[in-house]
């Protein structure tokens, strides 16, 4: 098992920059691919980034591609989403993931509890 825990989350302006953090703890952390995803209401769940266990590769799709960067501290068991240059758009509930393997593309086994981000125009 591997228990996830989201930092909060909070209220940005448009424009501006929020970093969530996800804390690890239960099995080895170094042996999970590390994922974020967001759900809007009323719209579909969204991979926004994915992290190989080894860092050595990443996914963004296009919507977040250049403005959201995943990292992890495998030291410090946590994986971290720098959310720059942020929309409203952007406005959602994150969850932190966690996946058996080094891919970052699959099915997810472990999840956050969700933060919520607000982004104001």
């Known amino acids: 098992q591997v228990q996830l825990v989201e930092s909060r989350g909070g209220l940005v302006q448009a424009g501006g920059s929020l970093r969530l953090s996800c804390a690890a703890s239960?099995?080895?952390?170094?042996?999970?691919?590390m994922g974020w995803f967001r759900q809007a209401p009323g719209k579909e769940r969204e991979f926004v980034a994915g992290l190989s266990w080894s860092g050595g590769s990443t996914y963004y799709p296009d919507s977040v591609e250049g403005r959201f960067t995943i990292s992890r501290d495998n030291a410090k068991t946590t994986a971290y989403l720098q959310m720059n240059s942020l929309k409203p758009e952007d406005t959602a509930v994150y969850y932190c993931a966690a996946r058996a393997g080094p891919g970052v593309l699959g099915k997810y086994d472990y999840w956050g509890q969700g933060t919520q981000v607000t982004v104001s125009s």
């Open positions: 239960g099995r080895t952390f170094s042996r999970f691919a």
